[in-house]
T-cell receptor
Framework: GAVVSQHPSRVICKSGTSVKIECRSLDFQATTMFWYRQFPKQSLMLMATSNEGSKATYEQGVEKDKFLINHASLTLSTLTVTSAHPEDSSFYIC?????????????FGPGTRLTVL | AQSVAQPEDQVNVAEGNPLTVKCTYSVSGNPYLFWYVQYPNRGLQFLLKYITGDNLVKGSYGFEAEFNKSQTSFHLKKPSALVSDSALYFCAVRDYGQNFVFGPGTRLSVLP
C-alpha cells in the first residue's frame, strides 16, 4: 500500500521557537495532503488541506500565520509551527490522497509528537 | 453537515470472543465510510471502506463492517478478538467532494 512518512517523529522545543514538520508520500504522488492535530484521548481534528502549488485551505479557528503549510511538490508538504507555545504541544498527523476521488482512502503518516517547553 | 458518532469510549472483550465497535453517521448524500485503527504514538492505518455494493465489507486483519442504511450505521466486527487488536479505532465518513470527518474514537481492549 501507499506509504506516507513524517519527520521528525518527535520534537521538543523551547517556547518561542519555530518547528518544521515534513510529510512525504514515498511511492505515490499526492494531489492533496491534509494536516491533523490530535490531543490526548481525542479524535483527529483537520487543520488544513493543501494542494500542490496552491495555498492551503485552513479550517475555521486555525491560525494560518501560526501554522504555515507549504506543499511545494507532489510528494512533500511541510507544516511549520511558528513561535510555538506550550499549548501547541500535540500529536500532528499528515495524510495524503493520490486522487481527488472521494472513493479513495487517505494514507496517514506515523505522526509527529511536538512538545513545547 | 457530516457527523460521526461512536457511542462507546471503551470496549472490553475477552480474547477469542467476537467484538463489535459501533459507529453511526449523518451525511446529506451517499456516504463513503471508513474504519481506521491507531496504535499508540502511531498514525492511522486503513482497515476497510464502504463505497457501494455489498453491505458487508471485509477488510484487513479479519475485520469486517456492515453498512446499514436504515439505521445509518457502520459497525466494525471481528468474529474472534486477539490481544493484538487492542488499539484505538476511528470511524470516518466522507460526503462526495468533502473531507473526512472522524468519530471520537473507541478504545478497544482485548483481555487475555
Amino acid at each position: 500500500g501507499a506509504v506516507v512518512s513524517q519527520h521528525p517523529s518527535r520534537v521538543i522545543c523551547k517556547s518561542g521557537t519555530s518547528v518544521k514538520i515534513e510529510c512525504r508520500s514515498l511511492d505515490f504522488q499526492a494531489t492533496t495532503m491534509f494536516w491533523y492535530r490530535q490531543f490526548p484521548k481525542q479524535s483527529l481534528m483537520l487543520m488544513a488541506t493543501s494542494n500542490e502549488g496552491s495555498k492551503a485551505t485552513y479550517e475555521q479557528g486555525v491560525e494560518k500565520d501560526k501554522f504555515l503549510i507549504n506543499h511545494a511538490s507532489l510528494t512533500l508538504s511541510t507544516l511549520t509551527v511558528t513561535s510555538a507555545h506550550p499549548e501547541d504541544s500535540s500529536f500532528y498527523i499528515c495524510s495524503a490522497r493520490d486522487s481527488p476521488s472521494s472513493y479513495n482512502e487517505q494514507f496517514f503518516g506515523p505522526g509527529t509528537r511536538l512538545t513545547v517547553l | 453537515a457530516q457527523s460521526v458518532a461512536q457511542p462507546e469510549d471503551q470496549v472490553n472483550v475477552a480474547e477469542g470472543n467476537p467484538l463489535t465497535v459501533k459507529c453511526t453517521y449523518s451525511v446529506s448524500g451517499n456516504p463513503y465510510l471508513f474504519w481506521y485503527v491507531q496504535y499508540p504514538n502511531r498514525g492511522l492505518q486503513f482497515l476497510l471502506k464502504y463505497i457501494t455494493g455489498d453491505n458487508l465489507v471485509k477488510g484487513s486483519y479479519g475485520f469486517e463492517a456492515e453498512f446499514n442504511k436504515s439505521q445509518t450505521s457502520f459497525h466494525l466486527k471481528k468474529p474472534s478478538a486477539l490481544v493484538s487488536d487492542s488499539a484505538l479505532y476511528f470511524c470516518a465518513v466522507r460526503d462526495y467532494g468533502q473531507n473526512f470527518v472522524f468519530g471520537p474514537g473507541t478504545r478497544l481492549s482485548v483481555l487475555p
